[in-house]
């Protein structure tokens, strides 16, 4: 069976987040896009610390999916390299692992969250 797998990433804003999330969620590469606003960065960029607000964004999705959500999620991110990376959890309850399934096209019976 296909395992859960979480992909972190972030967005220069809300709406891009969530613009770049429902295409995931409707194209059957994510079950979810959690977009989380109001995070404040501090980062290194070709030679220069910066500073800038973001959100986060939290891909649900399959471990079977994960090149295919990955390069999605590159070609329609607005960052020149954006961040994008895999989180295995350790374990998933059984409805929510069948919801995830279900909803990218894995094997479970659809679960409604």
Do not use: Q
């Not at 090149?67 to 929510?96: C, M, Q, R």
């Amino acid at each position: 069976m296909d395992a859960a797998l979480l992909i972190y990433t972030t967005f220069p804003d809300e709406e891009t987040g969530l613009t770049i999330g429902e295409g995931l969620v409707r194209e059957g590469l994510a079950a979810c896009v959690n977009v989380i606003p109001g995070m404040r960065s501090v980062y290194a960029w070709k030679g220069a610390v910066e500073r800038g607000a973001e959100v986060v964004g939290i891909v649900k999705t399959r471990e079977g999916l994960r090149e295919a959500a990955a390069a999605s999620l590159k070609a329609h991110h607005p960052y020149e390299t954006p961040v994008i990376l895999f989180l295995s959890p350790s374990g998933a309850g059984a409805e929510t692992l069948a919801w995830l399934l279900a909803e990218t096209g894995g094997s479970a019976d659809p679960v409604r969250k």
